[in-house]
C-alpha cells in the first residue's frame, strides 16, 4: 500500500528562487471559465532563473505502481520577480484562452487533485510516495492539491475545482506545507510579459492609479558599474547607445552584444552588454549602431542558488538601428600580460559580488570587467578538447602549469589555472563548422568576439565571431607496457553509464582499449555499469547483458573471454543516471587469475574479515562494505574480492565514490567555493578505512589494490584520509612525475579523479601507470582515462 503520510514542515530540499505559484487542473471542464490547465511559476529571488534545464511534472492524486509522470520541457527564463505561464490540456468547455503561454503540454490534470512538480531535467520523475519524492534531488518545488498522496507538509492544498485554482500568496512564502502556503480562489494566469487574464479584486476608491516609474537615461558603463551586480538592477534605462559586435541566433537564450566605442576612463566599468531576446532572432546585424530603452537584469545562469555569478543585460528592449556597417570597437586582448596569474578575491566564503573589481589582481575581476565586451585571443595551447555541444577550452597563460601532453594541470584548491577560458562560436555550423581540436593542439590565428558568461558551464567564454584554424599538437592514445609473466596487472576504467543499448561502437571502442592500450589486464575494475535496460526505470537491476556485451567485444578485439562477478543493487539506492542502476564490477582472465568465490555477498549485507595472517580471508567474494550505512546513501557501495595469483592471495576493492554534483564551480560569486560532496566523501573514506584497517590488521601482509573513481583529487581531505597519509595505503599517482598526475579533464583543467591505492607491501615495484587514451580526445569513449598497476603478489 502507498504510503499517505506527507512531508513535514521544511523536510524538502531548501526553497529555491523558481517556485510553483498556481496549479489550475479545471481547464476546459464543466463551469470553468479557461479553456486549459495551467501551471504558474514565479521567481522569489531578484536574479533571473534559467529554466531551459527544467520541467513541470503531474502525478495523479492517488497513484499506483503503474503510475507515471507526465513531463513538460520548459524554455527560456524566469525574470526576478516574475512570472512563467505553463499552459497544458485543453478541455471541450470554457469561454476564454490563457495568456500567451511561454511554455506548452499536453497533460490533462485534475480539476480536483493530483501532484506537480518542478523538477530539474526532462525525464519523468519514478517516486510514487511523499518520501520518495522527498529524497529526489531533481525535485525542486512540488503541490500536492485535493486529497493527493503526494505533497509536502501536514496536508495537500485544498479547494481545487472546475472553478478554483490553488495559488500562493503574494508573498510566495515557502513553508514547504501545501495546506499552510495554498489557497483556493479565482484562476488567474500570468506570463512572463505579466499580462495575466485573472485579477484580484479590490476597491478602485481605495487604490490609488498604478505609476510607472521614469526611465533613466544611462550609458552601458553606467549599468555595468564597478561590481559584478549593477547599481541599476530592475530598472528601466533609456537612451543605451553602442555597436553590436555579436548575434546570438540559436538556442533559447538568444540574443545580441553592444558595446559603446566611447569609454569612461573606469578599467572596472565594461562598456559591452548582453541585450536578451529569448527565443525570438535577434533582427540586428554586426555593425548596427543601436540606440535601446529596456530593462536591467542579473541573470543566474543555471540559478541563483547555485552560486554561480550574473550576467548583468538588458531586457524587454526597444531598439532603434541609427547606421548600419560601423567598425565594430578594437578588441581588448587577453594574454598573459593583461590576465593575472591570481584567480579569484578571497572573501571567507561570502559573496564577492558586491565587491568592487580589481582586474588587475584578479583574474575573474580582469574577465568581469570585460563582460560583453570585444575580446581577442591569439594562437592558444587547448586545453578541453572540443566536446559535443561544440565548445573548446584555450589558456591564454601558455606557461601555467603545462603537464607533460600540453594541458594546464590543477595542482590544488589555491590554484584553478587563470588562463583557463572557453571558446564558443557565433557561426552558424552551414557556414563553418566548429573546430575539432585535442588537448595539446594549438588554436591559431585570431579568434575574437563578445565576452560572455556561459549560461551553461558557469564560466567566461569568448562568442567566436571569428574563429582560428587548429594545429596538432600530435599527441596519440598511450599503450601500457606489457606485464612479465610474474606480475599480476590490475586495472580500472569508467566506462561512463554502459548499458546494453548503446552502440556496438562503444564496446568496441572499450574492448579496443582495454586489448590494446591496456594489454588485456588480468583484473579489471570497471565503474558505472548500467543494468540490462540502461536508464529505463523498470525495476531492472540484473547487469548480465550489459556484461556479456562488452565480454563478447573484447574477445573479438582479441582479447581473453573473461568472467565477472559483481552485486545487484537495491533498484534505484545507489544513485547515477536515473533507473540505470550503475555499478562495479570486476572482469578477471581465469587463465592468469581465479577469483575466490565464498557465498553470503549481497546488496545489503556487509563483508568482513576472518582468520589471521595467512589465513585471512573475506567473509563472501564478493562482498559489499558497509552497505547500509549513511555514507553510501545514493552512492555506489565499493565492491571486495579475494583472488588468487600463482597461490598468492590478493584483495581488489573496487570503488566508485559520490559525485562533485551540488559543489560550487570554482568560479562562483562566493569565495572559496563550497564543496558540499565533500562530506560524503569523507565519511565514505573513513569507513572503507576502516575495513581496511581490520584487514591489515588480520594480516599485516596483505596485499590489497584498492582502486576506483573516487571522484575526488589526490590532495583531497577523502583521499588522504582513506590512505591515512600513505600510512595504510599508498596513493600511486603521487609517485608519477607532476605533470604526468591526471585521469580526467573538466573545464580546461587536468586532474585526478581515479586512483590505484596498494598496501605497504605492494607499493615497492609497483609499475603503475594512467593510460591517457579519452580525456585529451575529442573523440572519447569515456570521459576518463584508465588507469594500470602490475605488481608482484
Known amino acids: 500500500m502507498l504510503a499517505t503520510a506527507g512531508l513535514s514542515i521544511n523536510a524538502m530540499a531548501a526553497s529555491h528562487e523558481a517556485l510553483i ?51 513538460t520541457p520548459l524554455t527560456g527564463s524566469l525574470a526576478g520577480g516574475g512570472r512563467y505561464l505553463v499552459q497544458e490540456a485543453a478541455g471541450t468547455g470554457g469561454t476564454k484562452a490563457l495568456p500567451t503561454p511561454d511554455a506548452t503540454g499536453s497533460i490533462n490534470m485534475s480539476g480536483t487533485n493530483g501532484t506537480v512538480a518542478l523538477v530539474t531535467g526532462s525525464d519523468p520523475l519514478t ?22 498522496v503526494v505533497h509536502e507538509g501536514n496536508g495537500a492544498a485544498a479547494g481545487a475545482s472546475n472553478t478554483a485554482s490553488v495559488a500562493r500568496a503574494a508573498t510566495l512564502a515557502d513553508t514547504d506545507d501545501n495546506a499552510a502556503d495554498f489557497t483556493a480562489g479565482d484562476p488567474s494566469p500570468q506570463n512572463s510579459a505579466d499580462t495575466g487574464g485573472g485579477t484580484t479584486p479590490t476597491d478602485p476608491a481605495s487604490t ?39 548575434v546570438r541566433s540559436y538556442g533559447s537564450s538568444r540574443g545580441y552584444w553592444v558595446q559603446d566605442p566611447n569609454p569612461d576612463a573606469d578599467p572596472r566599468t565594461s562598456e559591452g552588454i548582453f541585450v536578451f531576446t529569448g527565443s525570438t532572432t535577434p533582427t540586428v546585424q554586426v555593425g548596427d549602431s543601436v540606440s535601446l530603452d529596456a530593462t536591467v537584469q542579473e541573470y543566474y545562469p543555471g540559478g541563483q542558488d547555485t552560486g554561480i555569478q550574473s550576467v548583468t543585460e538588458l531586457t524587454k528592449a526597444t531598439v532603434n538601428v541609427v547606421s548600419s556597417g560601423n567598425a565594430v570597437p578594437a578588441p581588448v586582448v587577453l594574454d598573459e600580460h593583461s590576465v593575472p596569474e591570481q584567480f579569484a578575491p578571497q572573501a571567507g566564503g561570502a559573496s564577492i559580488e558586491n565587491l568592487p573589481l580589481r582586474p588587475d589582481e584578479y583574474a575573474l575581476d580582469t574577465y568581469e570587467s570585460l563582460e560583453g565586451m570585444n575580446v581577442r585571443i591569439g594562437s592558444s595551447r587547448v586545453v578541453g578538447a572540443t566536446d559535443p555541444y561544440s565548445e573548446m577550452w584555450v589558456t591564454v597563460q601558455p606557461d601555467q602549469n603545462p603537464t607533460k601532453r600540453g594541458g594546464t594541470l590543477y595542482t590544488g584548491y589555491d590554484d584553478p589555472n587563470s588562463g583557463r577560458l572557453m571558446v564558443q562560436s557565433l ?37 567566436a565571431r571569428t574563429i582560428g584554424t587548429v594545429r596538432s599538437g600530435g599527441i596519440k592514445p598511450e599503450v601500457t607496457a606489457k606485464q612479465s609473466s610474474s606480475q599480476v596487472s590490475v586495472a580500472t576504467y569508467n566506462v561512463e553509464n554502459l548499458a546494453p543499448g548503446n552502440a556496438q561502437s562503444k564496446f568496441d571502442a572499450l574492448a579496443k582499449g582495454l586489448v590494446t592500450n591496456l594489454r588485456s589486464p588480468d583484473i579489471v575494475a570497471l565503474e558505472e555499469i548500467q543494468d540490462n535496460s540502461g536508464a529505463t526505470d523498470d525495476g531492472t537491476v540484473d547487469a548480465d547483458k550489459t556484461l556479456g556485451k562488452l565480454v563478447d567485444a573484447i574477445v573479438a578485439a582479441g582479447g581473453p573471454r573473461y568472467e565477472w562477478r559483481q552485486i545487484d543493487p537495491v533498484n534505484d539506492k545507489d544513485g547515477g543516471q536515473p533507473g540505470g542502476n550503475i555499478r562495479q564490477a570486476f572482469l578477471f582472465n581465469p587463465d592468469r587469475v581465479q577469483f575466490d568465490d565464498r557465498p553470503g555477498g549481497d546488496s545489503t549485507t556487509a563483508v568482513g574479515v576472518t582468520g589471521t595472517g595467512a589465513d585471512t580471508h573475506l567473509t563472501a567474494s564478493p562482498g559489499r562494505i558497509a552497505p547500509t550505512d549513511s555514507a553510501w546513501t545514493d552512492s555506489r557501495k565499493p565492491l571486495a574480492g579475494e ?89 600511486l599517482v603521487n609517485t608519477l612525475p607532476v605533470k604526468e598526475r591526471y585521469s580526467y579533464v573538466y573545464e580546461g583543467n587536468s586532474q585526478v579523479l581515479d586512483h590505484i591505492l596498494v598496501s605497504p607491501g605492494l607499493k615497492h615495484g609497483a609499475d603503475y601507470d594512467v593510460v591517457h587514451i579519452n580525456s585529451e580526445f575529442a573523440d572519447q569513449t569515456s570521459d576518463h582515462d584508465p588507469q594500470i598497476v602490475r605488481v608482484k603478489p
Open 427 to 463: 557561426i552558424p555550423t552551414a557556414q563553418q563548422a566548429f573546430p575539432v581540436a585535442n588537448v595539446g593542439d594549438t588554436l591559431e590565428g585570431t579568434t575574437e568576439g563578445p565576452l560572455d558568461y556561459n549560461q551553461f558551464a558557469g564560466t567566461y567564454a569568448v562568442q
Open 208 to 246: 490609488p492609479p498604478a505609476t510607472t516609474p521614469p526611465a533613466t537615461p544611462a550609458k552601458i558603463h553606467d549599468i555595468q558599474g564597478d561590481a559584478r551586480i549593477s547599481p541599476l538592477n530592475g530598472k528601466t534605462v533609456s537612451g543605451v547607445t553602442g555597436i553590436v559586435t555579436g
Open 643 to 731: 583472488f588468487t595469483f600463482r597461490g598468492k592471495t590478493l584483495f581488489v576493492i573496487a570503488n566508485h565514490f559520490n559525485s562533485k554534483g551540488g559543489d560550487q564551480a570554482v568560479d562562483s560569486r562566493f569565495q572559496p567555493p563550497v564543496r558540499s560532496s565533500e562530506a560524503q566523501r569523507n565519511r565514505q573514506a573513513l569507513v572503507e578505512r576502516e575495513f581496511v584497517e581490520s584487514l591489515e590488521k588480520a594480516n599485516p601482509k596483505a596485499d590489497l589494490v584498492v582502486l576506483g573513481d573516487l571522484n575526488d583529487y589526490q590532495f583531497s581531505p577523502a583521499a588522504t584520509s582513506l590512505t591515512e597519509d600513505g600510512e595504510i595505503l599508498t596513493d
Open 127 to 148: 517516486c510514487l510516495t511523499a518520501a520518495d519524492c522527498q529524497a529526489d534531488s531533481r525535485v525542486k518545488d512540488l503541490v500536492g492539491f485535493g486529497t493527493a
Open 21 to 71: 505559484a498556481e496549479v489550475y487542473g479545471g481547464g476546459g471542464n464543466s463551469g470553468a471559465t479557461y479553456t486549459n490547465d495551467f501551471v504558474e511559476l514565479a521567481n522569489a529571488g531578484s536574479g533571473s532563473v534559467d529554466l531551459s534545464g527544467y520541467s513541470v511534472q503531474y502525478l495523479p492524486g492517488t497513484p499506483t505502481a503503474s503510475s507515471k509522470w507526465q513531463s
